[in-house]
């Protein structure tokens, strides 16, 4: 068992070493979901994306008839 004495060391030396360890700790970093830059990025993404599934539209029309993996057949 413990003497009154030895707890309050055993504490202060605990005290101390979270002390000395505090310094070394990187600061929490908060960062918001909606991030004007990076809202900016994926909207800018999105825009290039419509424009070069346009571009392949143009490129190559629609089938006239559905390719056969798309062909449902009933029963």
Not at 3 to 18: D, F, I, P
Not at 21 to 44: E, N
């Amino acid at each position: 068992m413990m003497t009154w004495l030895e707890m309050v060391a055993h504490y202060k030396g605990y005290q101390n070493l979270l002390q000395e360890s505090a310094q070394f700790r990187l600061p929490p970093t908060v960062r918001k979901p909606r991030d004007p830059a990076y809202r900016r990025l994926l909207r800018g993404l999105g825009r290039r994306l419509v424009r070069w599934g346009q571009m392949l539209q143009e490129r190559y029309p629609a089938p006239v008839s559905p390719p056969p993996w798309q062909v449902h057949r009933a029963g």
